[in-house]
């Protein structure tokens, strides 16, 4: 599967789910525009990992819950790269601006969940759409964990935020078919090297232990690689 002449744009690819998914693409022969809000040394460390599978890109910095720093974004991908083929919107809050259980929530960061999630994404689908070609790829990257039952409380805001993205997801896949420019989410368990890894210690140890002893079929966590291959799969000609 060749990706070779594309330009791929991630949000939060820094590091984690995102920059497994951006070494992926550039393994496949995809340009990466690398996005980060603070950690700019991470992005510069991933660019040059996507330059040593033969690969290049650019780094890009916005805060992703401000629409006018979405669309400076865009222009700073589309001066460098001129179109867009694939954007994958990925970006997150850190956990303490939103993890709190529903009776305690506050107002700010129930809006800095949806900010960053689903208007982000309302903002990033329409700036991306406007570079892309017939035949784009859009993906969103959204989570299992608390959203669909609730067991999670102090995941209320983001969980609701990503429930509004998923719905976000199916209306942009209507409203974009005719372009031949695809509109999918993925939605993975449990991942190293990602909100996991900001847990307390006797959380992760607990999650951890839950997959080794069977909790998913493999028997072990997820891993950025995994999602990378996912989103490989779903921008390749064929899907």
């Known amino acids: 599967m060749s990706l070779a002449g594309?330009?791929?744009l991630i949000t939060g690819s820094s590091?984690?789910?995102?920059?497994g998914i951006a070494l992926k693409l550039a393994e496949n022969g995809a340009k990466i525009a690398i996005h980060y809000y603070q950690n700019e040394r991470a992005a510069k460390d991933t660019l040059a990992e996507v330059r040593k599978r033969g690969s290049d890109g650019l780094v890009v910095q916005a805060d992703v819950s401000r629409p006018e720093q979405i669309t400076r974004l865009f222009e700073d991908v589309q001066g460098q790269f001129g179109k867009l083929d694939v954007f994958v919107s990925n970006a997150r809050p850190e956990i303490p601006a939103f993890f709190q259980p529903p009776?305690?929530?506050t107002l700010e960061q129930w809006d800095t969940a949806f900010n960053s999630q689903a208007k982000a994404f309302l903002v990033?689908?329409?700036e991306a759409a406007r570079l892309m070609r017939n035949g784009g790829r859009v993906l969103?990257?959204?989570y299992a964990q608390?959203?669909?039952t609730g067991g999670l409380q102090p995941w209320v805001g983001m969980g609701s935020a990503k429930a509004a993205l998923e719905s976000l997801v199916r209306y942009f896949a209507v409203a974009l078919a005719k372009r031949g420019i695809t509109v999918n989410a993925i939605s993975p368990g449990w991942i190293e090297d990602s909100v996991l890894n900001t847990l307390p210690q006797q959380a992760q140890d607990l999650i951890r232990n839950w997959h080794v002893r069977g909790w998913t079929p493999m028997g072990r966590l997820g891993t950025p690689a995994d999602v990378g291959d996912v989103v490989a799969l779903f921008c390749?000609?064929?899907s």
Do not use: D, F, M, N
Request: no cysteine; proline share 0%.
């Open 6 to 8: 594309k330009h791929a």
């Open 15 to 19: 590091r984690g789910i995102g920059r």
């Open 103 to 105: 009776l305690e929530i």
């Open 124 to 126: 990033g689908v329409r």
């Open 140 to 142: 969103a990257i959204t």
């Open 146 to 148: 608390g959203s669909r």
């Open 236 to 238: 390749s000609e064929q």
